[in-house]
């Protein structure tokens, strides 16, 4: 069991953003979301530095390219875990990131990435995590019959959909629903949820114990 506890301040210097390393594969839409909380002020005290894909021709990373960010690809296919994520790591040192999230990254990080970014690799995903971790988890949960249905925003360890809970959403699943409009939304609620979490976490106004995520000053609020 891996221990977490400990404080976790992403920076000291505050007059300086904090820089976030986006890495994703597909279409981009949490990477989209992060960008337009920050370009209207929702998120503050943040700047991307850089959006990395493993993939080529990721349409997130097309449209971090039209917004004018720092992109860069490593294709990942064929390549050992080790050297691939080596490149990403002197890429994000190269950019000065703080905290990295992953926004439908679809491959797992190897311990060496883990320990160099420690409590400092955020990621989304689309359940109420520990239910359905890995992949199709929307399906998994509408085949499962659960009545709530939801996203989680954690801190990354090695292992799968695992690490420290930043925040959850939750939402009814209707009677009407299929697992296509069950997934429709809860990407809205990622929407809200990412923004959320990385403003959190820039905060650095929390605690992790034990595997808790505590907001400082708030005892009852998680
Ligand atoms: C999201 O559902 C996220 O939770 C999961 O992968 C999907 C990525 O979607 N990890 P997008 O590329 O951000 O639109």
């Known amino acids: ?43 503050q005290g943040v700047e991307i530095a850089v959006a990395i894909s493993n993939v080529a021709d990721a349409p997130g990373l097309a449209r971090a390219a039209e917004l004018g960010l720092s992109t860069a690809v490593y294709v990942s296919k064929g390549r050992p875990r080790a050297d691939h994520d080596a490149d990403l790591i002197a890429c994000l040192r190269a950019f000065q990131v703080d905290l990295v999230c992953l926004a439908g990254y679809m491959r797992l990080l190897s311990p060496a990435f883990i320990a160099a970014f420690p409590n400092r690799i955020l990621n989304i995903h689309p359940s ?26 954690h801190f990354v360890d090695e292992h799968l959909d695992h690490g420290v809970i930043v925040l959850q959403r939750a939402i009814p699943v209707l009677a009407t629903d299929d697992s296509h409009s069950l997934s429709t939304r809860i990407l809205a609620e990622e929407h809200i949820a990412y923004t959320e979490a990385i403003a959190r976490v820039v905060s650095g106004d929390y605690e992790i114990r034990g595997r808790r995520y505590v907001r400082r000053g708030q005892p009852s609020s998680i």
């Open 1 to 43: 069991m891996p221990h977490y506890t400990g404080t976790t301040l992403i920076r000291s210097d505050p007059a300086r953003p904090t820089r976030l390393g986006i890495l994703l594969s597909g279409r981009g839409s949490n990477f989209l979301a992060i960008a337009d909380s920050i370009r209207t002020g929702k998120l």
């Open 128 to 153: 109420l995590l520990p239910a359905f971790p890995g992949l199709d988890a929307q399906q998994q949960a509408f085949d499962y019959g659960v009545h709530f249905a939801g996203c989680t925003v």
